[in-house]
């Protein structure tokens, strides 16, 4: 059988990956907490993960993969999100319209990431189902000496657990001095985390053995994972950003809830999408949402090329460049294999680099190689690019600048004799707004339509 080696987070070595059950591969991935539309960030380990999926798929067999990704419905930013919406003035309870929201959220969830290719996992659980199962899960913890009851709340008794810190290599007074961890009155040690808060009689809440309340976010993947994955399974997966304190949290309360079990073997972490070197996310504000570029008219299989180039270890960020560059493969290739059969299997070269760490760059590459489009197709098919329901933006005109480059670059000839450079301004600027990207240099004019291309702006320029 086909070896896959990933990376794993928690030995910091590229291993073999050995499934505890070939007939059932378990993979959990963090899914979103639905208060808002997703930002190009966090389609980031949807994409590099259902890469992954799709490659297990392929190794083991389609129906031997289970694959859970999960929707954080109950949380304070949604609480938050819908106190603002009834303070506007929007008609329903406070329960009502946070069941809105998070309703409305997962369907814009569930359209923007089929838009990029990615394949629904085999189950999508949403926490407000397993209440249950946290607050069985918390008593456990209690009663075995991991947790404490304290004014409402439950917290995690972190010292309780020697191993905690071992998946981010830090140990806890290292973690104490570095990190900004909430101290509170509640609370025996500063380390120690939320399982179960107090909820307000307005705020949703659940009856448990503390009161009304709800759970922490921690406890929410420790529960759905065990019910659905077990007490061991083979891969976790998520952005870096989780690693700590999340993914350190679901460690200890899994394993010290469950010590019969292993919890995750591999975990997976990607790396994220940055602008000017920061994380883009929605605390800094320096974030775009999926939506914005599907609107502005960049295919969702464009967007999906341009993660795929990079290796989901490595930190990459956006940029008009990369979108054009991908759409003009994506052209070409969709043009080779029209109207083709896909060959019976995909090209070696292009599986090789996928099971090595999911080298998604390296696949590609090969994927340049490919002499033959019916081999090409079903290669590029493992990478979720050139899918059959995804290609219609692909039969559309490319939008032709060359005349307009043309143009631009005479204008700038005269200009120069006549020093008059107003007609070479107007021109630039009339290009700008319509969303192209200017580059003038020595060498000559190059236009690059950006993400905000309007065409139809274009129009009589
Ligand atoms: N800039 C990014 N690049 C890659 N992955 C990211 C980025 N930001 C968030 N993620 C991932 O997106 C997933 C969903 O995270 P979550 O719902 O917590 O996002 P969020 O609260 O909107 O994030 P943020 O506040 O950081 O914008 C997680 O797996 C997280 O690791
Ligand atoms: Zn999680």
Known sequence: MTEIRLTNTRTRKKEAFVPIDPANVRMYLCGPTVYDR???????????????????????GP????????FTDVDDKINATALARKEAGAPGTLEELIRARTE???GWYHADMDALGALRPTQEPRATDYIGAMI?????????????????????????????????????????AGARVEVAPFKEDPMDFVLWKPSDADLPGWDSPWGRGRPGWHIECSAMSHALLGASFDIHAGGIDLQFP??????????????????ARYWLHNEMLQVEGKKMSKSLGNFFTVRDLLDRGIPGEV??????????????????EKAAQA?????????LGAGIDPAPSAAPEVIAALCDDLNTAGAIAALHRIADPAVLVASARLLGLLEAGMG?????PEADLSDLAAKLADLRVKAMDTKDFAPVDALKSALVAAGVEVRMSKAGVELLPGPNFDAAKLEGL
Request: aromatic share 12%; charged share 25%.
């Open 104 to 106: 409305e959220t997962i």
């Open 303 to 320: 967007i999906r090329f341009v993660f795929l180039q990079t290796h989901y270890g490595k930190p990459m960020d956006w940029t008009a």
């Open 136 to 176: 069985s899960m918390i008593a456990d913890l209690v009663e075995k000496g991991h947790a404490y009851a304290r004014d409402g709340h439950v917290l995690f008794r972190v010292r309780s657990y020697t191993e905690y810190g071992a998946l981010s290599g830090r140990s806890v007074d290292d973690m104490i």
């Open 392 to 396: 219609d933006w692909a039969a559309a």
């Open 327 to 335: 759409e003009a493969t994506l052209r070409k290739w969709r043009a």
């Open 246 to 263: 999340h993914h350190e949290n679901e460690i200890a309360q899994s394993c010290c809830a469950h010590p019969e079990g292993q919890f």
């Open 63 to 70: 129906d031997h993969v289970t694959y859970v990704r999960n």
């Open 38 to 60: 997703a930002h190009l960030g966090n389609a980031r380990p949807v994409v590099v993960f259902d890469v992954l999926f799709r490659l297990l798929r392929h190794v083991y």
